[in-house]
């Protein structure tokens, strides 16, 4: 039987809307969204939130690297780390940028040009030193930025849309769904496609269906639908993710108790958590 290879997801930003550092997020984490998933020798980033640079500083700075980094989408929460990732800096670096949610109206690169541009930001993504490409595609496609990395994708329903991620290695499988608001009793079809039999899926859970009410229209979940799709979906662990920045340690810890009682063995991210399928 063939050895299989490492296959992880560590989380470096879990966070929703803002960072939001202090004593009484210390335990979660304060950094917005940013996980690292290898997938053996291949390193694949999926968002580019405040995590981004505490990601890029454990990979040794500005040092020479090689990957892929996938948006879910380009607000300011999952982009706001990318120029103050080191590796983009050195010239030896090969990194190909890719978004799913932008066609037909923009490409990455332009997003990323009105995103650097002064005088929000001093300077525009050619600071980069690196061999950094940008590349559209469309949510639904099916990606192979890797040999043996296969990603499928599907829109999400959030503000000026998203994407959603299914990468698929080894055999095994980890999703990442973030930012997305289901409707009440009707089950998003396309996720559950996507998140079919999964090992793991990472989903926003920004909100309790008790705060729901009062977020709609905000483009976000709840906990609690992320196990109706799991159990719906066969999913082995659901991994609740995108904590807002008004749910503190012990917010968060209840969450937790309660997530376990409703579905054993659900996990609530927290920064540097590492899984394995």
């Not at 291949?42 to 700075?61: I, P, Q, Y």
Request: aromatic residues 10%; negative net charge.
């Amino acid at each position: 039987m063939a050895e299989q290879s490492d296959f992880i997801v560590r989380f470096w930003g879990v966070r929703g809307s803002i960072a939001c550092p202090g004593e009484s997020h210390r335990r979660y984490g304060g950094n917005t969204s940013c996980l690292e998933v290898r997938c053996g020798e291949h390193l694949l980033v999926f968002d580019a939130g405040t995590g981004l640079r505490s990601l890029g500083e454990h990979l040794g700075g500005r040092v020479a690297l090689s990957g892929d980094l996938f948006l879910s989408h380009t607000h300011l929460d999952h982009l706001v780390g990318l120029p103050f990732f080191g590796p983009l800096h050195c010239p030896e670096t090969r990194f190909r940028l890719w978004a799913g949610h932008l066609q037909p109206d923009l490409t990455l690169h332009q997003a990323l040009s009105q995103f650097m541009m002064a005088p929000l930001f001093p300077v525009p993504p050619e600071i980069f030193a690196g061999n950094i490409t940008f590349h559209d595609f469309s949510a639904g496609e099916t990606l192979e930025p890797q040999p043996n990395v296969r990603l499928r994708t599907t829109a999400l329903n959030h503000p000026n849309r998203a994407t959603g991620y299914r990468i698929e290695f080894d055999d095994r499988s980890i999703c990442y769904i973030t930012d997305t608001e289901h409707v009440p009793g009707q089950p998003d079809e396309n996720i559950l496609a996507l998140i079919e039999g999964a090992d793991i899926v990472v989903y926003d859970s920004s909100f309790t269906d008790d705060e729901f009410p009062d977020y709609r229209d905000w483009g976000h979940s709840t906990w609690q639908e992320g196990v109706r799709l799991a159990e719906r979906a066969g999913v082995k662990l659901l991994v609740i993710f995108h904590h807002d920045p008004t749910h503190d340690d012990a917010f968060m810890d209840q969450v937790a108790r309660d997530a376990e009682e409703a579905r054993p063995g659900t996990l609530v991210a927290r920064e540097g958590m590492v899984l394995s399928p």
